[in-house]
């Protein structure tokens, strides 16, 4: 079974500065992808980034990236420049198996402050 | 809108009521889900269709019962609710059971059993 951890449940930064989202995950899957997922208040759950893990580089989306460490089976987030808009719930994902199953972690609530 | 549309957005309900929930999407995906999210615990997959076809149940009670009757639409249908299951209802979309791109998701419904 898959499991997604993600140890910060609250974070804050300021506007136009960097933070870091942490993720761990278990799997015993050797093709996998994994997601971060975004839920601000409108609760739409929108993808923000998606790594292949046979994939050595790190995704980059803009001013999100990964910093993806599979031997060590880590998935981190890093918004850049943060923004207002950035405020939301952040979901680390994995997705493997046989039938692709999704499994999220608790989430991080992010509150970007002005 | 992201694609996938839910409604009601909003839905409160008696414990002796029957009701049910829309999911619609217009993306030409073939598997459609439903997930329950709670406070302070992480997503959980309900039911899984792909082609129509109910793939996955989740050891959901019999109180929830699902319905897809073509691969652009799914239903959630209530009946008898118990207040623990107050929670947002989302529904997503992929294209067929790989989850490699990731899952298109709705709003969620707000369901509050009374």
């Known amino acids: 079974a898959q499991t997604v951890t993600q140890s910060q449940p609250e974070m804050s930064v300021q506007e136009a500065e960097t933070v870091t989202l942490s993720c761990t995950y278990d799997?015993?899957?050797?093709?996998?992808?994994l997601f971060w997922y975004k839920q601000p208040p409108s609760r739409q759950m929108i993808l923000v980034i998606r790594?292949?893990?046979?994939?050595?580089q790190n995704a980059t989306e803009n001013r999100f990236s990964v910093n993806f460490q599979k031997a060590a089976k880590s998935f981190s987030l890093k918004i850049s420049d943060s923004q207002l808009g950035d405020t939301a719930m952040y979901f680390c994902?994995?997705?493997?198996?046989?039938?692709?199953?999704?499994?999220f972690g608790k989430g991080t609530l992010l509150t970007v402050n002005p | 809108e992201t694609g996938v549309t839910q409604t009601p957005r909003h839905l409160v309900m008696g414990m002796t009521n029957k009701k049910s929930l829309k999911c619609e999407q217009h993306?030409?995906?073939?598997?459609m889900y439903w997930y329950k999210q709670s406070a302070k615990k992480p997503l959980e997959l309900m039911f899984v269709?792909?082609?129509?076809?109910?793939?996955e149940n989740n050891s959901v009670p019999s109180r929830f019962s699902p319905e897809c009757p073509n691969s652009s639409h799914l239903f959630l249908h209530l009946h008898t609710l118990q207040p623990e299951d107050s929670a947002l209802y989302l529904c997503?979309?992929?294209?067929?059971?790989?989850?490699?791109?990731?899952?298109?998701f709705g709003s969620g419904t707000r369901l509050t059993v009374v």
């Open positions: 997503a979309s992929s294209q067929g059971r790989e989850g490699g791109y990731g899952y298109t």
């Open positions: 799997t015993s899957e050797n093709n996998y992808y």
């Open positions: 790594q292949e893990a046979y994939k050595q």
């Open positions: 994902v994995h997705s493997g198996g046989s039938n692709y199953k999704l499994t």
């Open positions: 993306l030409g995906h073939n598997a």
């Open positions: 269709y792909n082609f129509k076809e109910q793939t």
